[in-house]
């Protein structure tokens, strides 16, 4: 039996056109997965949803200097292109991209783009600018690849957030399809940073998605009280290791303003310090839900 064929792997904005283009005179509907490489299953259920839906998938693998803040991880942050051509491989992609930053950005380029305020809590409170970096390539790519679709990750759930509002803003004619977060069996998030994890640390990063839960099923059982919420989970995380906390709050799952009472369906969002690796993780909690 044979698999799914190889992609076509390019690497310049010129080549993604042309294969596209001729995509689309065969009338193929163009999906869409931006990543950054060091592909993991999350980013796997992410193309085989644009698999599903799209008849036409491409990859984009570009580790994008600009939504990285001075002091984070850019120069380690893993680079696993072999391995990220087989996984593309393997769940049936027909285009990778994967440039170079100076293929991506011209050193003269003098555009931005900024989506205001929902930018600004969470992770853009300890991040300044990376949500910028983010809308910017994300921009970029849309241009180069012009897809139908795109997919992203509920992990990322205030880039998702974000990147819709740009969306709709700019009249992107592209649909933001947001796919659930892939965990470990254990419940960790996967993410391309817990490479950076030993396995005690890995052990500890399990607090995280404990704390999440723990707000759920409070709120399942009849619990309003945001700060006596986030006081346990604060808790959890704490006494499971040495950390520290970016943040841990209870906001409106699209204005991400923090919510005082959870009435109606909330994020509860984390971001955690364990040493070198940045962990963030969060879940939708619904009043009205199962417990
Ligand atoms: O989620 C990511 O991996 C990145 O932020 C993205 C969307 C590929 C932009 O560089």
Not at 153 to 176: H, S, W, Y
Not at 209 to 216: E, F, N, S
Not at 223 to 248: H, W
Not at 259 to 276: F, G, S
Request: net charge neutral.
């Amino acid at each position: 039996m044979t698999g799914p064929a190889k992609p076509v792997v390019v690497d310049t904005v010129q080549a993604v056109r042309f294969q596209v283009a001729q995509a689309r005179c065969l009338g193929r509907r163009i999906g869409c997965v931006p990543t950054m490489g060091a592909l993991h299953e999350g980013h796997l259920s992410l193309i085989r949803a644009a698999r599903q839906r799209c008849d036409y998938v491409v990859v984009t693998i570009f580790v994008n200097p600009t939504q990285f803040v001075a002091g984070e991880d850019l120069e380690n942050y893993p680079r696993t292109r072999d391995a990220d051509l087989a996984a593309c491989a393997s769940v049936g992609t027909d285009l990778v991209f994967a440039p170079s930053t100076a293929e991506m950005y011209d050193p003269d380029s003098l555009t931005t783009v900024r989506v205001h305020r929902i930018t600004e809590p969470l992770c853009g409170r300890h991040r300044p600018g990376h949500f910028e970096g983010v809308t910017t390539v994300v921009t970029k790519l849309f241009n180069i690849v012009q897809p139908d679709a795109a997919y992203f990750g509920q992990k990322d759930a205030q880039q998702a957030v974000v990147l819709r509002k740009m969306t709709r803003d700019l009249n992107f004619p592209i649909e933001i399809v947001v796919c659930p977060t892939v965990r470990e069996p254990d419940g960790l998030a996967m993410s391309s940073r817990n490479a950076y994890l030993s396995p005690e640390q890995r052990r500890q990063a399990l607090s995280l998605h404990r704390a999440l839960d723990g707000v759920r099923r409070a709120v399942a059982e009849g619990r309003r009280d945001a700060a006596g919420l986030l006081a346990e989970a604060r808790q959890t995380i704490k006494s499971a290791g040495p950390c520290s906390i970016d943040y841990l709050e209870i906001v409106h799952p699209e204005t991400l303003q923090p919510l005082t009472e959870v009435d109606q369906t909330a994020l509860v969002a984390v971001a955690v310090r364990i040493d070198q690796a940045r962990l963030i993780d969060n879940l939708l909690v619904d009043p009205s839900g199962p417990a």
